[in-house]
């Protein structure tokens, strides 16, 4: 019998959907064994869970509770796992390269998350600290907690962007050094309302809590650029800051583009229902660098993850040569949105709720995300017939 061609996968980035792709390649290692060969390259060796950050930051965790480990999860996928920071992606000959490497593809799937953007505002990147890459960020906030250890006189933080992201985090923070209140100022900016696209009674809540933490907040209030200490809005006037953190609009990576891949003018990745570039068959996306135009979702975790089982599956099919499967995103998502405290605010198609128990729900479900992605992982549902098969 001849034997089928071996393909090879790759796997740009431990983004979330990716997550689910080890799995599935784990759980279904019988029908693609002998057949693909695949290889996961990521900047960082272990994926933070952006769900638990402020929860980290807060100081309800530890680093290591919010971390998926990628090595075991790789391993048990049967893929190979590089530490490595895709910088190019050549699409004539199926190659991505980084730091002075070269990796060949059949098929490639890229999910590599957004970052805030430091572009739109001059002196962004030079003065303000991404809230993304999270593992960048976390070292930012080690080294700011450190300096406000040795304080002699009250300081100033701003955070921008009344985004989830942005609320949560300044929350967080100001949770964290609730005791040094006396000697640190806290801020949160945005240009537009707070909690744009999220129910009003949700943005009033959350006003509430802003100032019950001593949060100062700036709406439609536009900075229009950036130097040292001094944060210029677009109506004239300027605030003061001593550390300012960035936690608005997203952007793709310049590469991605670059490649030629058929992207929207913001950098993201134009996809098909099938989570398919609508360029390049062999190349997929999903999660915060994927976008359908015929059904935008705003930039959350939660449609990583439900991405995952389809790409996964998609990935398979594609190398079987199968018909490729469909992901239509759902049109609302229960948003649990952390407050500092062990307290959340729920909104769900429209509905608000805001209770201690919703945080500790919260934390069941993040729980529950992180031990499904680390071992001891159940046994792969057809291990029995690898070993058959290789003896
Ligand atoms: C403070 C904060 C709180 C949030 N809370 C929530 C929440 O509660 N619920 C929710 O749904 N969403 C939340 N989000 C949004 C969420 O973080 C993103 O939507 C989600 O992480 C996107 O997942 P992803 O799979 O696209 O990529 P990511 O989870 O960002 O993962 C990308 C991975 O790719 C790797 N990578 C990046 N670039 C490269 C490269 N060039 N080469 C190789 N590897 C690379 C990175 O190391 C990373 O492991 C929050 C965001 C922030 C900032």
New binding site residues.
């Given amino acids: 019998m001849a034997t089928a061609t071996l393909k090879r996968l790759l796997l ?7 997550l689910f792709v080890l799995e599935t390649l784990r759980k279904r290692r019988s029908e693609w064994h002998g057949r693909l060969e695949v290889t996961l ?4 060796l ?6 638990m ?2 929860g980290l930051i807060a100081g309800h965790y530890r680093t290591r509770q919010c971390l998926i480990d ?1 090595p075991p999860l790789a391993a048990q996928a049967g893929a190979t796992l590089v530490q ?4 190019q992606l050549d699409l004539a000959r199926n190659v991505a390269l ?1 730091g002075g490497r070269e990796w060949e593809f059949d098929l490639v799937s890229i ?4 970052s ?1 953007s430091l572009t739109a505002v001059p002196g962004a990147a030079q003065h303000a600290a991404p ?5 960048l960020f976390l070292q930012h906030w080690r080294e700011l907690q450190d300096q406000i250890g040795t304080l002699t006189r009250p300081i100033h933080m701003v955070v921008v962007g009344g985004g ?3 609320v ?2 300044v929350l967080a923070m100001a949770h964290r050094l609730e005791g040094q209140r006396a000697l640190v100022k806290w801020s949160l900016v945005t240009s537009g309302e707070l909690l744009a696209g999220y129910p009003r009674r949700a943005a009033r809540l959350m006003v509430r809590h802003l100032a019950e933490a001593g949060v100062a907040l700036r709406t439609n209030a536009e900075a229009a650029c950036i130097e040292q200490g001094k944060l210029h809005f677009a109506d004239g006037s300027s605030a003061a800051f001593d550390a300012l953190i960035w ?1 608005t609009g997203a952007a793709a ?1 310049s ?1 991605v583009a670059a490649s030629g891949l058929a992207c929207e003018d913001n950098g993201f990745v134009i996809v098909n229902e099938h989570l398919q570039s609508t360029s390049h068959p062999q190349v997929f996306a ?5 976008v359908n135009p015929l059904h935008r979702r705003p ?7 439900r991405q995952g089982p389809v790409l996964a599956d998609n990935l398979l099919r594609q190398v079987l040569d199968l018909p490729l499967a469909s992901y239509r995103p759902q049109m609302d ?1 229960l ?4 407050t500092g405290q062990r307290h959340a605010i729920a909104s769900w198609y429209g509905l608000v709720w805001e209770a201690a128990w919703l945080w500790r729900w ?1 934390d069941r479900i993040d729980q529950r995300f992180i031990r499904r992605f680390s071992p001891p992982f159940e046994a792969p549902v057809d291990a029995q017939s690898i070993e058959d098969a290789s003896r």
């Fill in positions: 740009i980035g431990g983004g979330h959907a990716h390259l990521s900047r960082t272990a994926t933070a869970y952006s769900g950050l402020p990628l490595a920071d895709v910088e980084g999910d590599i998350g957004s805030p809230v993304k890459p999270i593992d989830a992201g942005g949560e985090l936690a990576q590469w999903a999660g915060d660098i994927a930039k959350a975790g939660v449609f990583a993850v998502y948003s649990l949105l952390a919260k």
